[in-house]
């Protein structure tokens, strides 16, 4: 999965993330951030939350993989057909290591996947790219707010999970590409940038509503993402989550050429 940091860095666009999520830490978050798995994974409910978090990262990989592998067909050049696999592999690969963790942790990769299948087929059902543009918008924006939004889970891991989930979220590079593109079309026709504004704003509705859909159903991730295994449930900080990934978007619209 791509990511990108939260404030533009030249024309190139947004470049790799340094943090490791936006969230304010609590007593509880930093006990369990200095733990490794198997200490934490002592706890039931912690690692209930984990399995759901590498199940959702791992049907987010091998959803992205097919549809950048799809979305190659749109592709104007063979050097772009060619940039669009490479990023595909890049998922595929990022897919193999959630999968691989999850085995490994003695759980089924395909039970923990199960549960978020219905809500990203339906977020890439919503949309789908109607051409190349639309297909390279989403690749870079739908994907970094996926990025911002599990980040801000990493915050509160164990440091196995957390090196682990901030590795499948590195930038793979392809990110320039995408923002290459896009402003060369711009550039080279105006009128263009209206379309993809609209485009990226129906993403980032798209997006959010999946990522609250995520937190509402799960209650083992929702109650980690917002207050650690033992806390109470705070909707303001769910909030202010939200904000901080708004934030984000707009700055990578800005890094397009685009209004948000």
Known sequence: METSDTS???????GKAERTGGVEETEETEETAV????????????????????????????AAFERLAEDAKLAPTLVDKAELASMASAEFQHFERLRG?????????AAAMEPFAAALDEFHRQTAPSDWLEGL???????????????????????????????????????GFAVE???????????????????????????????????AERDALSTMLVGGVTAGFDLAEVGRMFSRITEAH?????????AA
């Open 8 to 14: 533009p860095a030249g024309p190139e666009g947004p």
């Open 35 to 62: 733990q490794d798995w198997a200490a934490a994974s002592a706890d039931p409910r912690y690692r209930a939350a984990v399995v759901d978090l590498l199940g959702a990262l791992a049907y987010g990989e091998l």
């Open 101 to 109: 963790r999850l085995a490994e942790i003695g759980e089924d990769p």
């Open 137 to 175: 918008i989403k690749a870079y924006v739908g994907d970094s707010i996926a990025s911002d939004f599990y980040r801000e889970v990493a915050a509160r891991l164990d440091s196995d999970t957390r090196a682990l989930v901030l590795g499948v979220l590195d930038d793979t590079g392809h990110s």
């Open 181 to 215: 593109k896009v402003r060369g079309a711009i550039e080279a026709d105006p009128r263009v940038g209206g379309r993809l504004a609209l485009w990226a704003r129906r993403l980032m509705g798209e997006a959010l509503s999946q990522a609250q859909r995520v937190v």
């Open 250 to 258: 707009t700055k990578r619209m800005a890094a397009l050429g685009l």
